[in-house]
């Protein structure tokens, strides 16, 4: 594990593999790097460094940063790009990581070569206030790990072995001082700055998404929006739910080789 300094504070990453081209891996909000997990060694196997990344608060990164948002941890990941002196790069994003993976591509056109979003949020939608105070008062005392962690169970249909695991490194980190806290704070930001940024994508996107996702409305609608939002290429996983790629990292892999190989 190494980390990324900035003046507020630093992003810790891993990378898995040791040649070809980086592939930044952003997990979702609440969750770790080790969610790429499964997922890594099959794209490092094909000859890609996969850059496994702590979001802000999050992990083994640092506390104390200003914004919390989508728009912010998309400059983590440019960040990334000139630390790693990567001329050539792909991300992939889950959750608040398609929203940062937009900002990203935008900054960066010249090295980002694709992008591919799974389960993602990448536009601002107004939270209903009622649901909003319920979230906040879920996450705001000692019991916010464990309702967090019920709601984590949930959006998974297909899981891993390693799950409870995984789970439980999740919970040990949010009981760690402040990072409750910060979790909060992103799960209440806002993609209205990241999703202003979407024309400026020229990077190819490719959605994944898994349809039986319990955080969406209407998983196969927003799959096809983001199509012709990106004019992308839309791939539907019935048998998954957000985390699509720990429930099925074969074939996510599998996606996400054809895409970059075009």
Do not use: C
């Not at 010249?110 to 879920?138: A, C, D, S, T, Y």
């Not at 999703?195 to 959605?207: Q, S, Y």
């Not at 994944?208 to 319990?214: E, K, N, P, S, V």
């Amino acid at each position: 594990m190494e980390k990324m300094s900035f003046l507020e504070g630093q992003i810790a990453y891993e990378i898995v593999g040791n040649k070809g081209p980086f592939v930044i891996a952003i997990p979702g909000i609440g969750d770790l790097r080790s969610s790429y997990r499964h997922l890594a060694p099959l794209i490092a196997e094909a000859g890609y460094r996969m850059v496994l990344m702590d979001l802000r608060g999050h992990g083994d990164s640092s506390l104390k940063w200003n914004d919390y948002s989508s728009y912010s941890v998309g400059f983590d990941v440019v960040a990334l790009i000139d630390h790693l002196h990567a001329e050539e790069v792909y991300i992939i994003g889950n959750s608040i990581g398609g929203a940062a993976s937009v900002v990203a591509a935008a900054e960066r056109p010249e090295q980002v070569k694709g992008i591919v979003m799974l389960n993602p949020f990448v536009r601002h939608v107004k939270m209903n206030p009622i649901i909003k105070g319920i979230f906040r008062l879920m996450l705001s005392g000692p019991w916010g790990d464990n309702m967090w962690m019920s709601h984590y169970d949930k959006l998974h249909i297909t899981k891993p072995e390693d799950f409870n695991t995984h789970a439980n490194d999740i919970k040990t980190s949010l009981k760690r001082d402040g990072r409750l806290k910060a979790f909060r704070k992103m799960l209440m930001s806002t993609h209205a700055a990241a999703e202003k940024r979407i024309p400026e994508v020229k990077a190819p996107v490719t959605i994944i998404m898994g349809l039986q996702d319990a955080d969406m409305k209407d998983p196969f609608e927003q799959l096809k929006n983001l199509e012709t939002t990106f004019n992308g290429s839309g791939f539907a996983i019935e048998n998954a739910g957000h985390y699509v790629h720990a429930e099925q990292p074969e074939l996510v892999a599998e996606i996400f080789l054809k895409s970059v190989e075009k």
